[in-house]
């Protein structure tokens, strides 16, 4: 299985963009079961840094991590308290919730403005599978599996 990221695949589908510390952020629109408001998760004693604790979530318990954290961001409070959400993102029967700024629009990519992320920490779970030119910027397109931490528990039990 191949690390790079086949960026014709990666085109062919919606994305949804999310903000975190002021920048954007997508994942694989197929990728996300709903988008709720925010809550206070039961926190989880010896859990990660970046895990905010478990949630309820219709009959399901759902572990809830800090998008900012995961992503090595700020810890700070989002600067409009009310748009915060929990994107609960799937992986095979896997439900994870990422806690995020604002919720942002759908992205359709063209593979033409879709480039693999530069060089960076070489961290073997790091989510950002490729970037995209967007509005002046750049929207980091993110694999669920890993910025989830999916991905690492699947290859440690084979």
Not at 7 to 28: C, K, M, N, T
Not at 54 to 62: E, S
Not at 97 to 117: F, N, T, Y
Request: with cysteine; charged share 20%; glycine share 8%.
């Amino acid at each position: 299985m191949s690390l790079v990221p086949n960026l014709e695949a990666i085109a062919r589908e919606p994305w949804l963009s999310f903000q975190l510390d002021g920048q954007h952020y997508a994942v694989l629109l197929s990728r996300v079961s709903e988008v709720i408001r925010d809550c206070a998760p039961t926190p989880v004693p010896g859990a990660a840094s970046d895990l905010l604790g478990i949630c309820h979530l219709r009959g399901n318990i759902v572990p809830v991590m800090d998008g900012r954290l995961r992503l090595g961001l700020s810890a700070a409070e989002a600067s409009d308290p009310s748009a915060v959400r929990i994107i609960v993102c799937t992986h095979d029967s896997h439900r994870v919730g990422v806690r995020v700024d604002a919720v942002g629009d759908l992205l359709q990519p063209k593979s033409e403005s879709i480039e693999l992320p530069p060089a960076r920490s070489g961290r073997v779970d790091d989510p950002v599978q490729a970037v995209m030119g967007w509005h002046g910027g750049f929207v980091a397109l993110l694999d669920v599996a890993r910025l989830c931490r999916l991905d690492l528990a699947f290859t440690e039990r084979d």
